[in-house]
C-alpha cells in the first residue's frame, strides 16, 4: 500500500476531507498487512490546519483497534524525528499489535546520539499488546 498526501487546491475544509480519505485507506488497509514500512510517517497536518485533524486519527487512546492490527508481525520506520505524533502513531502500533514480533525504528540522520537515546528510552516505555516484540531504535 502506498499514498501520497498531496494538498489539493482548495479550501482549507477540502484538505481536511483529502486527510480524512487517505488516513481511512492507511487504516483499512492495516487490517491485512503484516509488515509495515514506513520512510518517515508525515502526518503531521498541514501548518494552517495545525495538525489537528490528522492527529486525532493517531491518539493511541482514541483509534479503535478491533482486529486493525491482528496480522501485523514487522514494523519498520525509517526518519524517524521522533516528533509527538510519530511517537503516538508508534505507541498506537505497539499497544494493538498482539502478534508484532519486531519493531525497527531508524532515527533521522540529522538527531545528535543524545536525542536517539531519549527516542529509544520514550519507546521503550509504552504499553504492549505482544509480550514477545523485539524493539531496537538505531
Sequence with gaps: MMLAFLRPNG??????????????KIIFGLCSMVKLA?????????PDTGGKNVRRYWLAENISSDGILKNL????????????????LVKYLLKN?????????????IKQTYEKEHISMKVHTFAR????VEISVF
Excluded: N
Excluded at 38 to 46: M, N
Excluded at 73 to 88: A, H, P
Design 129 to 132: 499488546a505482544s509480550p514477545c
Design 73 to 88: 508481525r514487522k514494523v519498520q520506520i525509517k526518519y524517524f524525528e521522533g516528533s509527538d505524533i510519530e511517537l503516538e
Design 97 to 109: 499489535a498482539s502478534i508484532l514480533e519486531k519493531a525497527d525504528i531508524f532515527v533521522s540522520l
Design 11 to 24: 479550501s482549507d475544509e477540502m484538505a481536511r476531507d483529502v486527510i480524512d480519505h487517505c488516513v481511512s
Design 38 to 46: 514506513l520512510r518517515g510517517t508525515y502526518v503531521e497536518g498541514w
